[in-house]
């Protein structure tokens, strides 16, 4: 059974600095691009940032210039580092991969969140 699965959130005070990373495990072929969404309450569910399996990053305009995704291939995780934060950036963060499931086949994964407060 394929998971993703999160680590990092909690409570940060505004200005400051937080690192989120998942992990995909179980049994597929290859991960293909990966990311991060986010949904605050009332909100649709919204992209912060993704990257492909090359390592090209795509940011909202929303974080841009104060997030930073990367992965590691090798141990199927991708991560997100957030600066600056503002009580707006305040949600549950979910993480998202596209699997190859075998050589021609793919699906989409999400993770079960993982929520993020920023407040003083």
């Known amino acids: 059974q394929v998971q993703l699965v999160e680590s990092g959130g909690g409570l940060v005070q505004p200005g400051g600095s937080l690192g989120l990373s998942c992990a995909a495990s179980g049994t597929f072929f290859a991960v293909n691009a990966m990311g991060w969404y986010r949904q605050a309450p009332g909100e649709q569910r919204e992209l912060v940032a993704t990257i492909s399996r090359g390592g090209r990053p795509n940011y909202s305009d929303s974080v841009k210039g104060r997030a930073t995704i990367s992965r590691d291939n090798a141990k199927d995780t991708v991560y997100l580092q957030m600066n600056s934060l503002k009580p707006e950036d305040t949600a549950v963060y979910y993480c998202?991969?596209?699997?190859?499931?075998?050589?021609?086949?793919?699906?989409?994964?999400w993770g079960r969140g993982t929520q993020v407060t920023v407040s003083s």
């Open positions: 998202n991969a596209d699997l190859l499931l075998d050589p021609i086949s793919s699906n989409i994964y």
